[in-house]
């Protein structure tokens, strides 16, 4: 695992300019300096494999995110590591409720429920 250049916690973003792979605390103490380092494009890096990704960033400081490249998401999808490999056996019928009735019985319920949540700026 690549390690960051000024300290020793694994690298998660790329910086081509300075040509150093630093972690998320490093980045933003070297991309804070000015204003002219914290426009370097940052690549951001694979969390399982640290190659680069397609994902990028530039500023101060850097928001943590966690990316995976495209090669580590299809052997993991290869795997079936994820919840979308198709172990349902497709028995889920969303027609009826637990007990039997037609779900547009509530459907009222479920529309009194939506004003309850509605969004209030």
């Known amino acids: ?21 630093l972690c998320w605390e490093c980045d933003s103490k ?4 000015n204003f002219l380092v914290a426009k370097h494009s940052r690549t951001l890096l694979c969390q399982v494999c640290q ?6 960033g530039s500023g101060p400081r850097l928001s943590q995110t966690i990316t995976v490249c495209q090669s580590c998401v299809e052997t993991r999808s290869e795997a079936g590591n994820f919840e979308g ?3 349902n056996d497709g ?18 319920d479920r529309d009194e ?3 309850e949540n509605q969004v209030v700026p």
């Not at 070297?30 to 300096?33: G, I, L, P, R, T």
Request: charged residues 35%; hydrophobic residues 20%; negative net charge.
């Open 30 to 33: 070297v991309h804070s300096a």
């Open 51 to 56: 190659s680069p990704t397609p994902w990028t």
């Open 85 to 87: 490999d198709d172990s």
């Open 1 to 21: 695992m690549k390690k960051c250049e000024l300290c020793i916690n694994p690298a998660m973003v790329h910086c081509e300019s300075d040509q150093a792979s």
């Open 91 to 108: 028995s889920d019928d969303d027609s009826t409720d637990m007990d039997g009735g037609d779900e547009d019985d509530n459907q009222s």
């Open 113 to 115: 429920d939506d004003q």
